[in-house]
């Protein structure tokens, strides 16, 4: 029981250190001439404020590593749980004990909400504002529930790409994610998405007042509204 406590509290604490590393500043500090991300746009460390002053390139280089962050993460506490015996062996060492996969269930959600809060609440940021937390989630969903990320990122892609908002985009794989893993996921998966995109969803509450006031920006003009002239 204290190995398994431990094993919890530390993949939450290793997730968060994961979700700490500044993917965007990093990427575009040679673009920004000195320039703090934090300052400039929407304050956001993520590649859609990369994309605005640093352009395309840079933007998809902070998705990459952003997604690496949720992925170390979890795979790290993959092997510790096999290390430690976690994953497979129950009682008698037959190796097929639901409990000991139950805490490896429990350590990779841990993981993967640990490395959201430390992409979105950085400790290094004077104002705890990081990114977004949408390819950390995404990356997330690439280990825990393989089929939803190749959903995920098309639907992301297509809703940019009609209305050219990358919040409505990513409001409406976190709907996805939830309805689709209600579904079709359960268990400590889904409550692990769940948690992912409660937080991305905090991250996202300035966007949806935006939307709600009409003011929020485009990446770009979008398919639909062309069509619709």
């Given at each position: 029981?204290?190995?398994a406590?431990?094993?919890?509290?530390?993949?939450v604490?290793?997730g968060y250190?994961?979700?700490?590393?500044?993917?965007?500043?990093?990427?575009?500090?040679?673009?920004?001439?000195?320039?703090?991300?934090?300052?400039?746009?929407?304050?956001?460390?993520?590649?859609?404020?990369?994309?605005?002053?640093?352009?395309?390139g840079?933007?998809?280089?902070?998705?990459?590593?952003?997604?690496l962050?949720?992925v170390?993460?979890?795979?790290?506490?993959?092997?510790?749980?096999?290390?430690?015996?976690?994953?497979?062996?129950?009682?008698n060492?037959?190796g097929?004990?639901?409990g000991?996969?139950?805490?490896?269930?429990?350590?990779?959600?841990?993981?993967?909400?640990g490395?959201l809060?430390?992409?979105c609440?950085?400790?290094?940021?004077a104002?705890?504002?990081?990114?977004?937390g949408?390819?950390?989630?995404?990356?997330?969903?690439?280990?825990?529930?393989?089929?939803?990320?190749?959903?995920?990122?098309?639907?992301?892609?297509g809703?940019l790409?009609l209305?050219?908002?990358?919040?409505v985009?990513s409001?409406?794989?976190?709907?996805?994610?939830?309805?689709?893993?209600?579904?079709?996921?359960?268990g400590?998966?889904?409550?692990?998405?769940?948690?992912?995109?409660?937080v991305?969803?905090?991250?996202?509450?300035?966007n949806?007042?935006r939307?709600?006031r009409?003011?929020?920006?485009?990446?770009?003009?979008g398919?639909?509204?062309?069509?619709?002239?």
């Amino acid at each position: 029981m204290i190995v398994a406590a431990l094993f919890l509290f530390g993949a939450v604490v290793w997730g968060y250190a994961c979700g700490l590393f500044p993917s965007g500043p990093w990427v575009a500090r040679r673009s920004l001439g000195g320039r703090n991300l934090t300052e400039l746009g929407s304050g956001s460390t993520g590649a859609t404020n990369v994309l605005r002053y640093a352009g395309w390139g840079m933007a998809f280089a902070v998705v990459v590593l952003d997604v690496l962050k949720a992925v170390v993460a979890i795979l790290l506490v993959r092997y510790v749980a096999d290390f430690l015996a976690l994953r497979f062996e129950d009682g008698n060492g037959n190796g097929n004990g639901n409990g000991n996969l139950d805490i490896l269930a429990w350590g990779e959600a841990g993981a993967a909400v640990g490395c959201l809060l430390g992409h979105c609440f950085p400790v290094w940021s004077a104002r705890f504002r990081g990114g977004k937390g949408v390819a950390s989630m995404v990356g997330v969903v690439l280990l825990l529930v393989p089929w939803m990320f190749f959903v995920s990122a098309l639907l992301w892609v297509g809703v940019l790409g009609l209305w050219g908002f990358s919040s409505v985009a990513s409001l409406a794989v976190c709907l996805f994610l939830v309805v689709g893993g209600l579904f079709w996921v359960g268990g400590m998966p889904f409550w692990g998405l769940v948690g992912v995109v409660v937080v991305v969803l905090v991250r996202h509450r300035e966007n949806m007042a935006r939307l709600w006031r009409g003011e929020e920006g485009r990446v770009f003009g979008g398919l639909w509204r062309r069509l619709r002239r």
